[in-house]
């Protein structure tokens, strides 16, 4: 079990292994605008009352700010007076022996058979993100083989936009994630990954690390 790479290093090794590899070196601390969007996302599918399910945002994130409230409040506003299929199961731990891959899978439910993951993105004009295709991918072989859940697809729930979308992956996103659980499983062996021709450095937290110019991690330490 403790040699099964997580779904997330997945994907970050998808788009810069080295960011995997930089990554790993840090504390990894939940995102409070992910609490918050998980914490609205039990809710869906029953009658809620927003002061409560705040209370509950502020009891996980006792320092939750004006950020926090107006992220909330959009998620509500977005989400509230919508039609949500229940799931009978909640953050069900899953994994595949077969790619060596695990994962937590945010809401199940064996009698439909289906499974949600939450976002706390923004939902794109149609369909799901191209790294949502590959989450959905990762976990349809999970539940297959942890649950015995023959699925073609998932659902992706973009808490902030509320809405929800079924993504069935093909051909291609199962290429791009068996390369991707390639990538990761060599950080995790240790291997120094180069950096990548054309790496999305735009919304990475080690830029000022790596930047553009040298390739090799030896010539940005
Ligand atoms: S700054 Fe760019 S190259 Fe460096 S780890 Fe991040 S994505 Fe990869």
Redesign the pocket.
């Known amino acids: 079990m403790d040699d099964l790479i997580g779904i997330a290093a997945v994907l970050t090794a998808r ?2 292994p ?2 995997l ?2 990554d790993r070196q840090e504390e990894y601390e939940e995102p409070p605008y992910y609490a918050v969007c998980k914490q609205v996302s039990y809710h869906l599918g029953t009658p809620f009352e927003a002061e409560a399910v705040w209370d509950e945002v502020c009891t996980i994130l006792p320092y939750a700010g004006e950020d926090e409230r107006a992220l909330f409040d959009q998620c509500v506003a977005r989400c509230q007076g919508k039609e949500w299929p229940l799931f009978s199961d909640f953050d069900v731990p899953v994994t595949s022996a077969r790619h060596g891959i695990r994962g937590t899978v945010d809401k199940v439910d064996p009698a439909r058979p289906a499974f949600v993951l939450t976002r706390a993105n923004e939902a794109p004009q149609a369909g799901v993100w191209g790294a949502d295709r590959i989450r959905i991918a990762c976990y349809i072989a999970c539940v297959a083989e942890s649950l015995g859940l023959e699925v073609d697809g998932g659902w992706v729930e973009y808490v902030p936009s509320g809405v929800l979308r079924y993504c069935v992956p093909g051909p291609r996103d199962r290429r791009i994630m068996l390369r991707a659980i390639a990538a990761a499983k060599k950080v995790e062996e240790g291997e120094v990954p180069k ?2 021709l054309n ?3 735009v919304r ?4 000022e ?3 553009p110019g040298p390739r090799r991690l030896s010539d ?1 330490l």
């Open positions: 788009f810069c080295l960011r590899y930089l950096k990548p790496p999305p450095c990475c937290p080690h830029q690390r790596c930047g940005l």
